[in-house]
């Protein structure tokens, strides 16, 4: 097994560098990138003659900019020098996890993306586990019952929470529970309240999981469905195979065939997407959740680097999560082996 984590870490490394010169070309020909913008904002300022402050006098009125001064705001950006030599330039400072600034929030890339990290994780880890801890045991208890009265609600309902977007579900539970029209008991900005710092520490968790209730909510009724179908599906086709039935002919216990046989085989294509999903759940926003619950998070900050061509923030994070997502895709498949022990990957070495 070493021979093939070995092979597919040394393939992660053209797959990376794919991906940055990919999103490095497209970002050449995206209009409107940040020296035209800087360009804009200075010849935007009126025929006042008024110096822009940390541009080095780069405004000349109503006659814009000329030659030499272009030639100087190019170079604050890096772009005096070929797309070549600034894509390896910037290869080589990520493999240092030298990210750069951001042109929009004037910080570093690390320091920016550690600021919204708490926001995404909140939303990402209480998601997730509620999820995993609510669709396995849901999914079981309808794989179990398939076909009676509580596997028909129980379908329905689910489905009609996934058929409703999170934005949509969002607005509803600030309209019925925020304040909006019916009642005032749930807070609809940021994470804890103004003074979170006064407060003990069973009223700083309290308080915490107060805020969290409708986001959490939003985001997560969405994401029942695929996870509890797939346990069922899962389930039941196990549940239907010889061996189970071989079991049962013995006067093996219910409980015993479905906990000690079903549920082994039955959990592998769910628990080999857990590390995967675990991960991202540490990183990925949700733009729409984020705006509506007034959360500056992953979502919203993605977003805004893309409009606001803020190319490092949007270069720096992707190379990043794509490394995040290669080393996820690994352990997902290291599961298959951890979880059965029928796979093996001695044959690929």
Not at 3 to 13: E, F, G, N, V
Not at 140 to 165: E, M, W
Request: some cysteine; glycine content about 10%.
């Amino acid at each position: 097994m070493s021979l093939y984590i070995l092979k597919r870490i040394i393939l992660m490394i053209p797959t990376l560098f794919g991906v940055m010169l990919i999103t490095f070309i497209v970002t050449q020909f995206v209009p409107g990138g940040p020296v035209e913008q800087m360009m804009a904002e200075i010849e935007g300022r009126g025929p006042a003659g008024e110096a822009a402050s940390g541009t080095g006098g780069l405004y000349r009125g109503d006659r814009g900019l000329d030659r030499e001064r272009l030639e100087q705001l190019k170079k604050l950006y890096g772009f005096d020098k070929p797309p070549a030599q600034r894509f390896m330039t910037m290869m080589g400072n990520y493999l240092v996890f030298d990210f750069g600034d951001s042109y929009y929030h004037h910080r570093s890339v690390v320091d920016l993306v550690i600021s919204k990290l708490p926001v995404s994780m909140s939303l990402g880890l209480w998601t997730f586990f509620i999820v995993y801890l609510t669709c396995i045991p849901l999914g079981i208890a309808k794989a179990v019952r398939d076909g009676t009265r509580f596997d028909v609600v129980s379908s329905t309902i689910i489905l009609v929470g996934y058929a409703i977007p999170g934005f949509v579900l969002g607005i509803v539970l600030i309209v019925l529970f925020g304040g909006g029209s019916f009642w005032n008991i749930f807070p609809l900005r940021g994470l804890v309240s103004d003074n979170w710092s006064e407060m003990s520490l069973v009223a700083k968790v309290l308080d915490y999981l107060w805020h969290m209730v409708l986001p959490v909510t939003a985001s997560t009724v969405g994401s029942l469905a695929v996870m509890t179908l797939l346990t069922k599906n899962s389930f039941l086709e196990e549940i239907r195979k010889q061996y189970v039935m071989t079991a049962r002919a013995k006067g093996l216990p219910e409980k015993q065939v479905l906990y000690k046989h079903v549920f082994r085989n039955a959990i592998i294509p769910i628990i080999t997407g857990f590390p995967g999903t675990f991960i991202a759940s540490f990183f990925t926003g949700s733009l729409l959740i984020e705006t509506i619950f007034s959360l500056d998070g992953m979502g919203l900050l993605a977003f805004e680097s893309v409009m606001n061509r803020d190319y490092p923030v949007v270069l720096g994070t992707l190379y990043f999560f794509t490394i995040i997502g290669l080393v996820s895709r690994l352990l997902s498949d290291l599961c298959y082996v951890l979880v059965d022990p029928r796979i093996s990957f001695e044959r690929l070495e």
